[in-house]
T-cell receptor, first 119, second 113 residues
Framework: AQKITQTQPGMFVQEKEAVTLDCTYDTSDPSYGLFWYKQPSSGEMIFLIYQGSYDQQNATEGRYSLNFQKARKSANLVISASQLGDSAMYFCAMREGGAGGTSYGKLTFGQGTILTVHP | DAGITQSPRYKITETGRQVTLMCHQTWSHSYMFWYRQDLGHGLRLIYYSAAADITDKGEVPDGYVVSRSKTENFPLTLESATRSQTSVYFC????????????FGQGTRLTVV
């Protein structure tokens, strides 16, 4: 079963505007971590931001923030003031705590969202 | 150089051949992962390893074999390559701690003809 779901195959945003990329996850583990990565056309995977399941506040890293709604099991990435260089594929990922099982540390990804920033 | 490196970067092989993709990291990270990236599927986990001699299956392990005799190396072997295994393969490594990110290699583009 898919544990990370990104329902937006593609998103478009105007330069300097904000955009939200959606991510929902499924786990019964009380301890987990959520990550967002960026993959530009060159192919490398770039880590953007992390949110822990026990974190009380939403994570922020520069222009990136994570809208973490634990009860809804969503961890949406918000990019403020979009730039042309933000055009890329974005992946949401979850690392599990493995409570009651053997999957501790397992890191799974969603299908990704292609973001295009228009000038 | 510190980091995580994959080799080869590009590989073309024939159906039925065995091929091994190499992954080497210099950080002594406990965890290592293998993913394949295909259009429409994102990154799918093939196998992962929590430490030397400890490996576990991911979402799509069929047709693949891994080993981890040393902490720094995590080779992925396609025992008998099929066209459906044409993909971009990524290796990653990370600490045990849940709140640290995984670091990725540059990827290996494998074509099975």
């Amino acid at each position: 079963a898919q544990k990370i779901t990104q329902t937006q195959p593609g998103m478009f945003v105007q330069e300097k505007e904000a955009v939200t990329l959606d991510c929902t996850y499924d786990t019964s583990d009380p301890s987990y971590g959520l990550f967002w990565y960026k993959q530009p056309s060159s192919g490398e995977m770039i880590f953007l931001i992390y949110q822990g399941s026990y974190d009380q506040q939403n994570a922020t890293e520069g222009r990136y923030s994570l809208n973490f709604q634990k009860a809804r099991k969503s961890a949406n990435l918000v990019i403020s003031a979009s730039q042309l260089g933000d055009s890329a594929m974005y992946f949401c990922a979850m690392r599990e705590g493995g409570a009651g099982g053997t999957s501790y540390g397992k890191l799974t990804f969603g299908q990704g969202t292609i973001l295009t920033v228009h000038p | 150089d510190a980091g995580i490196t994959q080799s080869p970067r590009y590989k073309i092989t024939e159906t039925g051949r065995q091929v091994t993709l190499m992954c080497h990291q210099t950080w002594s990270h406990s965890y290592m992962f293998w993913y394949r990236q295909d259009l429409g599927h994102g990154l799918r986990l093939i196998y992962y390893s929590a430490a030397a001699d400890i490996t576990d299956k991911g979402e799509v392990p069929d047709g693949y074999v891994v080993s981890r005799s040393k902490t720094e190396n995590f080779p992925l072997t396609l025992e008998s390559a099929t066209r459906s295994q044409t993909s971009v393969y990524f290796c990653a490594s990370g600490e045990v701690s849940m709140n640290t990110e995984a670091f990725f290699g540059q990827g290996t583009r494998l074509t099975v003809v």
